[in-house]
């Protein structure tokens, strides 16, 4: 890229001073020939300009031929390069566009495909809740039943008691009501003779 540079600058500076020596002569052959001058050596003056003009146009010739042409063949192979550069960036825009177009043509088939996947993980996700649901429902259930036996238990052991108590209470007034003052003393004195014995 340097070398391209610099060989421009020298292909510019060359034709900038052709130029000049061109534009210098032409000026110098205007200056020469004066306003409105017509004399016999008219001839003459013509003759040297024009051969002032040759000689100066056949030595920008041969100096510049070469500049010239180094500088238009760079500058061919420049805008080659830059075109194949161009070319192959259009190569792969229009690969990039056509994947894009590819995947925008695939895009309904790509959310269907979607859309099935989530509702296939749905499908998992209610199964595992459900599961999870019914395995905790029935440890509840086993508990319950285990509270209630417990309660059945309990109750029917305060039952017990309160009959067990209550058969007491009717047998001690049921033989209150049956035991006569005579039977009374019988028992005492049998009662005594046991201890004293």
């Known amino acids: 890229m340097m070398k391209k540079n610099n060989l421009r600058r020298k292909q510019l500076k060359v034709s900038g001073m052709s130029l000049l020596i061109l534009g210098s002569a032409v000026a110098t052959s205007w200056a020469a020939s004066g306003p409105g001058e017509v004399h016999n050596s008219w001839l003459a003056i013509d003759t040297w300009?024009?051969?002032n003009f040759a000689v100066l146009a056949i030595a920008l010739f041969f100096l510049g031929r070469k500049p010239v042409k180094a500088f238009f063949s760079s500058r061919k192979k420049e805008i080659a390069d830059e075109l194949k550069d161009l070319e192959q960036k259009k190569a792969e825009a229009e690969k990039?566009?056509?994947?894009?177009?590819?995947?925008?043509?695939?895009?309904?088939?790509?959310?269907?495909?979607?859309i099935q996947d989530y509702i296939q993980q749905g499908e998992e996700a209610k199964k595992r809740i459900i599961a999870q649901a019914e395995a905790q429902a029935e440890k509840l259930e086993d508990m319950a039943k285990r509270?209630?036996?417990?309660?059945?238990?309990?109750?029917?052991i305060k039952l017990q008691q309160e009959i067990s108590s209550l058969a007491v209470a009717q047998a001690q007034d049921v033989i209150q009501s049956a035991i006569s003052s005579e039977d009374q003393e019988k028992l005492v004195d049998d009662y005594l003779k046991k201890v004293v014995a």
Request: charged content about 35%.
């Open 49 to 51: 300009k024009t051969l």
């Open 96 to 114: 990039q566009l056509a994947e894009y177009q590819a995947r925008f043509n695939n895009l309904d088939q790509e959310s269907r495909r979607i």
């Open 147 to 156: 509270t209630i036996e417990q309660e059945f238990k309990s109750a029917r």
